[in-house]
């Protein structure tokens, strides 16, 4: 009965609050102090429920914006997505301090300004590589005391594993191109979620220039190669790309439909951009990006330094000779002659 009052209490201060076409500084303080008290004490319902309000609000104290943000995704997802009243500054404090799902929500806001997209693409870089994190894991020794007796072995109930271990192998080796997992992507170059959510961001909003920095940073690549890429009116080029990144196959379709219109195009109940995708081998698709990676290693490495000139300070004097003033070679003939 209680944390019912204090529901009513809470949805009574947001809607007060909500009255206010342009609060004073007064009034953003005294909200703020009344509010985070009434929110903690409240059911999750009555919280949810005030969330949404409060992101309708053009103006709510940054305290209250960054309380929110903070909260699990199931009550901060709103507020994050459409609230205009949080600034720059406290949606990278967010994505800097909550997991992927909360940075999704930011990524999904109608407008992103170019100062939260590089915070956001420069965390995606600062993730840990999980090849890494395997390398660094040591496996903990075992005592020789608890290892077990070794078993006596038949030798021919060995020989019939081997031969089933050989038989499975075999079967694999000849069933391997009837079927493929494209969802194995171990050892391959592959998407985030924060890069994917921004590819597809951008396609919609059609920012080629924003997308072209996605893609080179999703390739580790120039972002020559991926205006080159995007150039391909056909958008083969791309769809290659976003095969062997491993995008969602409907997120692919998505892009290519944005950013080529002419593949939006239905034929036989599908678009050009489904079949130009549906038409790919993922395999191939890997071989033709790593090759256009290399080529773009070899022509284009901004990180190369430039050959070093040595200083004019750091060169060996020139040597100090006495130059003797010699007559011209006319004045010489004529001492000749004379002699």
Not at 61 to 80: D, K, T
Not at 108 to 114: E, F, G, T
Request: glycine share 2%.
């Amino acid at each position: 009965m209680a944390i019912r009052k204090k529901d009513v209490v809470l949805m009574a201060t947001v809607s007060s609050f909500e009255n206010l076409s342009h609060p004073t500084r007064s009034e953003l303080r005294q909200f703020a102090e009344l509010f985070m008290p009434l929110f903690q004490a409240s059911s999750e319902e009555a919280r949810r429920q005030a969330v949404a309000a409060l992101s309708q609000c053009e103006n709510i104290p940054a305290a209250v914006a960054l309380f929110i943000g903070n909260q699990p995704i199931e009550v901060a997802a709103p507020f994050l997505a459409s609230s205009k009243a949080i600034n720059d500054d406290t949606l990278i404090t967010i994505a800097r301090t909550h997991g992927a799902s909360h940075v999704r929500a930011i990524v999904s806001r109608d407008a992103l300004s170019p100062k939260v997209i590089d915070a956001l693409v420069a965390l995606r870089q600062a993730e840990p590589r999980p090849a890494a994190a395997a390398d660094s894991a040591e496996p903990q020794a075992m005592p020789l005391s608890s290892l077990p007796a070794k078993p006596e072995v038949d030798p021919q109930e060995v020989q019939r594993l081997e031969n089933e271990e050989a038989l499975r192998e075999r079967i694999r080796g000849l069933a391997g191109h009837l079927g493929r997992n494209d969802q194995d992507r171990l050892g391959l170059r592959s998407l985030s979620d924060i890069q994917e959510a921004l590819l597809v961001r951008f396609a919609r909003s059609r920012e080629a220039a924003h997308f072209a920095t996605a893609l080179a940073d999703s390739l580790s690549a120039s972002r020559w190669l991926a205006e080159r890429i995007m150039l391909d009116l056909s958008g083969q080029q791309l769809a290659t790309t976003l095969t062997s990144l491993g995008m969602g196959f409907l997120d692919s379709v998505f892009v290519l439909e944005k950013l080529y219109p002419h593949l939006a195009e239905v034929r036989e109940n599908v678009s050009r951009a489904f079949l130009v995708l549906d038409a790919l081998d993922p395999e191939e698709c890997h071989a033709r990006v790593e090759a256009w990676r290399r080529a773009d290693r070899y022509t284009y490495n901004p990180q190369a330094p430039a050959p070093a000139q040595p200083a004019p300070a750091t060169q060996a004097p020139a040597p100090a000779y006495r130059f003797i003033r010699q007559a011209p070679m006319r004045d010489l003939n004529s001492v000749r002659r004379a002699r």
